[in-house]
Nanobody, 121 residues
Framework: QVQLVESGGGLVQAGGSLRLSCAAS????????MGWYRQAPGKQRELVAR???????NYASSVKGRFTISRDNAKNTAYLQMNSLKPEDTAVYYC???????????????WGQGTLVTVSS
């Protein structure tokens, strides 16, 4: 079974930092893209950051300069380092990956279960 498992969420004061991790497990041939999305109460899910297989990245304008996405290809793991957190960063953060399954070479879009980040003022 192929899945993404996130960790690292929690409660932090404004100005603080958190690091989220997203590990892909199962029979994966390759992962082209990994990304972090977030959904605040009453709002639509939005892209936070993405990283591609060639290590290029893009960020939402609201987090640029504060958040950094990275990945460890050997571990099929992506990270989101979040600095200078603001109350408006409060949301459930979801990891996503575009992967190729080893057994069938089928391309799939994977989602994690989400991890809650709460930033207090």
């Amino acid at each position: 079974q192929v899945q993404l498992v996130e960790s690292g969420g929690g409660l932090v004061q404004a100005g603080g930092s958190l690091r989220l991790s997203c590990a892909a497990s199962g029979s994966i041939f390759s992962i082209n893209q990994m990304g972090w999305y977030r959904q605040a109460p009453g709002k639509q899910r939005e892209l936070v950051a993405r990283i591609f297989s060639g290590a290029s990245t893009n960020y939402a304008s609201s987090v640029k300069g504060r958040f950094t996405i990275s990945r460890d290809n050997a571990k099929n793991t992506a990270y989101l380092q979040m600095n200078s957190l603001k109350p408006e960063d409060t949301a459930v953060y979801y990891c996503s990956a575009l992967a190729v399954i080893a057994a069938t070479f089928t391309r799939v879009e994977l989602w994690g279960q989400g991890t809650l980040v709460t930033v207090s003022s």
